[in-house]
């Protein structure tokens, strides 16, 4: 029996080492770029570390079949079985250290890891020969054999296990049945926490190719083709030629005229944006919802500009991370934020605000690995970051610290910041299971209770929060923002596939808005993209426009009114004149109210957008 637990556990050990040795040898074949970015040693030191858990993760996977091939063994104690292992792990190391070896050449040229496209690239590797410079393609093969050789060798000599006759087969079978699988488990989804490990786990620097070494080749390029598998070079959502797809949703973007209202006092206001988890519109009793909910919101907007009628186009954290802080909106059967390869070429707030000498920061209760965001905060340059690791004494609930507590650790830390700043706080409270720091005090909504408790808490906590800033010497020239991740199922009852479920609460609030503006409502349709280009006019930096194609100026009365949402399998599109809802899979609308006469027309127009959308994915 203690033979079979020693092979399994001699091959993890070999494969983390395995795992070192690759990230050894990136790091010092892109040791002049390390030195370009001005990496030090005790940074390069660090990223095995970070690589730790992804690297464990990784082996877990890789343990699977030597861990049937042992439990086969077990039973039957056959020598056929050692030489299956021996193939499989040959096989597994020569494919990834062709993966391993292809990455190191391209940090140049691509900035990220391989992922599911380069599986399209091998459909013609003369391609890749012409490519690549000769000399460092020879030396690639060189680099290729000699790691797949030595770790063959390195492997058979010192952690290959050979297993003699064993007594009591079955009694071995039924203990390594029940033991070893809830330890490769473990290992699989990173620990016990709530959220199993991804990508995030290895961010640590803002230096980005000490993220990519420290993330695990194998693991990175499995979730780019879990990803991606529905579309491999194809996309999905090709209604209409590319060319006239194109067309449409330019046509749909255009601009008669500029009448934006200036409604800032200064175009170098401080910036703090707050994104509430999973907010509904039927939280807010000026859209709609009951009064008691979250009365400290209906406070603020008397000195706010309320936008009335945004809607969320996805409709998960990540999601709604991208579309805030990249105006990228969301799409079925992905997130971008999940993929490094991707987010890397979108240009985000915080990037223009840093070249504008913002300082940054972002606080979230929770953990980041959710959805891969703490990988998508890191490539946006906050300047600081805290998560859940960095509450240690803050009480906290099954997903983390509470809002309140967050609320106060940004107040207490932005008031040592310089300034103009930028500071973005997640809030978590509102999302399931909604355990928080307070006994209910709304009983109705039944099963909705608790959500509705919570966003009652949270409400409180944000208006304590501001009653606070307002001490503050910043406070006069602080714009906030106000905004849901995406919406949540209500105590209404809207389906889900009605424009009312993903409607979401947007407020600008502040002393910075000029005061005839203070208390006033916008109706405009738009969505959360809109947020980035309804910002950059008042901050007078429209040059930034065509950087964020997808975001509208809502402050601009003669913008296109429209708003997308996308789910699993299709869109849905919301025009002034109705709205439609339609399943792709199915070739199904679920809801269509849009007017006889225009049907066609609008319905061409939320398919060629979606398509559109999807392609730029694609193409990241």
């Keep these: ?116 496209k380069a599986l399209m690239y091998l459909q013609h590797p003369s391609e890749i020969y012409n490519s690549a410079e000769t000399d460092k393609f020879f030396m690639l093969i060189g680099i290729f054999l000699f790691l797949s050789i030595g770790s063959i060798i390195i492997y058979n000599k010192f952690f290959y296990t050979r297993i003699d006759q064993q007594p009591k087969r079955l009694l071995n079978f039924l203990t390594l049945l029940i033991l070893v699988p809830a330890f490769l488990v473990l290992g699989m989804r990173g620990g016990i926490q709530e959220i199993p490990i991804n990508q995030s786990q290895s961010y640590f620097s803002k230096k980005n190719i000490l993220n990519l070494a420290a993330v695990n080749s194998g693991f990175n390029l499995y979730i780019s083709i879990i990803e991606n598998y529905k579309n491999f070079g194809k996309n999905p959502f090709a209604y209409l030629p590319q060319k006239e797809a194109e067309k449409i949703v330019n046509r749909i973007f255009e601009v008669e005229k500029d009448t934006t209202l200036s409604i800032l006092k200064t175009q170098n206001p401080n910036i703090v944006l707050i994104m509430l988890e999973s907010w509904s519109a039927t939280l807010i009793e000026s859209l709609g919802g009951k009064p008691d909910i979250t009365p400290q919101f209906h406070e603020l907007e008397e000195n706010g500009i309320l936008f009335t009628n945004i809607y969320s186009p996805g409709s998960r954290s990540e999601q709604g991370m991208s579309s805030i802080l990249a105006g990228f909106p969301s799409h079925p059967i992905s997130s971008i934020t999940v993929q490094p390869d991707k987010f890397v070429n979108l240009r985000c707030l915080t990037h223009v605000l840093k070249e504008r ?53 940004q107040l207490s830390e932005i008031n040592q910041e310089k300034q103009p700043f930028f500071s973005m706080i997640f809030t978590s409270s509102t999302h399931s299971p909604f355990d928080m720091p307070m006994e209910r005090k709304l009983f109705w909504g039944d099963e909705l209770n608790m959500y509705i408790n919570s966003a009652y808490y949270t409400d409180q906590s944000l208006g304590n ?55 006033m409502q916008i109706n405009k349709l738009g969505s959360q993209t809109d947020i980035i280009g309804t910002l950059f006019s008042p901050l007078g930096i429209e040059s930034e426009n065509e950087n964020f194609p997808w975001s509208r100026n809502l402050l601009n009365p003669y913008s296109p009114e429209f708003a997308y949402i996308a789910f699993e399998e299709g869109i849905g599109w919301l025009r002034p004149s109705g709205e439609f809802f339609y399943e792709h899979r199915l070739d199904y609308f679920y809801n269509n109210t849009i007017p006889i006469l225009y049907q066609d027309s609008v319905v061409r127009e939320g398919k060629a957008f979606l398509q559109v959308v999807f392609q730029r994915y694609m193409e990241y």
Excluded at 12 to 26: D, E, G, K, N, T
Excluded at 361 to 389: A, P, V
Excluded at 508 to 515: A, L, M, P, S
Aim: a neutral charge.
């Design 1 to 116: 029996m203690l033979k079979y637990l020693i092979s399994l556990v001699k091959q993890l050990l070999f494969w983390l080492l395995y795992f070192a040795i690759i990230r050894i040898v990136y790091l010092i074949f892109n040791l002049n770029t390390l030195q370009n970015e001005g990496v030090s040693f005790l940074e390069s030191i660090l990223s095995f570390w970070f690589a730790f858990k992804l690297d464990l993760a990784t082996s877990s996977y890789l343990l699977i079949f030597p861990f049937v091939i042992v439990l086969m063994q077990s039973v039957y104690n056959k020598n056929c079985f050692e030489f299956i292992n021996k193939i499989y792990t040959g096989l597994v190391l020569v494919l990834y250290t062709l993966l391993a070896t292809a990455e190191l050449g391209i940090y140049e040229e691509w900035k990220t890891k391989l992922h599911y």
């Design 357 to 409: 000498d913002y300082a940054s920061s972002f606080y979230f209760g929770g953990q980041l690995i959710y959805g891969n965001i703490k990988s998508f905060i890191i490539h946006n340059g906050f300047d600081r970051i805290r998560d859940i690791y960095d509450f240690p004494d803050e009480p906290k609930g099954k997903l983390g610290v509470h809002d309140e507590f967050v609320f106060n650790r």
């Design 465 to 519: 929060y501001i009653k606070e800033a307002q001490k503050k010497d910043w406070f006069e020239n602080t714009l906030f923002i106000i905004v849901a991740d995406h919406s949540h199922h209500s105590y209404t009852r809207d389906p889900y596939h009605s424009k009312e479920y993903h409607q979401i609460p947007l407020l600008f609030y502040g002393n910075v808005i000029k005061d005839e503006y203070k208390g």
